[in-house]
Nanobody, 120 residues
Framework: HVQLVESGGGSALAGGSVRLSCAATSRRTRMAWFRQAPGKEREGVASILTSSGSTYYADSMKGRFTISRDNAKNMVYLQMDSLEPEDTTMYYC?????????????????WGQGTQVTVS
């Protein structure tokens, strides 16, 4: 069972940047970042296939966020640029197999505890 630990959250000014990191105890085919605001559904931010490096993004994050991975370290990153106050929420790392839609919560068997990002 893979375990995930996120880090790198914090506060930033609008227009600024934050880099999130996710450390995994083992490698999975697909890694992703989701976010969830209080009272709202968890939504996909970006996903990456760890073998090919293929990436997928939610439309609102394209051009602002970049997901990447370091397979040697079992790490996944989310570089968040041009931050907006609407990006304020908890961000979660997820690991799973590459089947179904990357946006589907059911495609991921492991989740991190989350890290808070606050943009003002």
């Amino acid at each position: 069972h893979v375990q995930l630990v996120e880090s790198g959250g914090g506060s930033a000014l609008a227009g600024g940047s934050v880099r999130l990191s996710c450390a995994a105890t083992s490698r999975r085919t697909r890694m992703a970042w989701f976010r969830q605001a209080p009272g709202k559904e968890r939504e996909g931010v970006a996903s990456i296939l760890t073998s090919s490096g293929s990436t997928y993004y939610a439309d609102s994050m394209k051009g602002r966020f970049t997901i990447s991975r370091d397979n040697a370290k079992n790490m996944v990153y989310l570089q968040m640029d041009s931050l907006e106050p609407e990006d304020t929420t908890m961000y979660y790392c997820a690991a799973g197999q590459a089947f179904g839609s990357w946006r589907s919560l059911g495609a991921y068997g492991a989740w991190g505890q989350g890290t808070q990002v606050t943009v003002s």
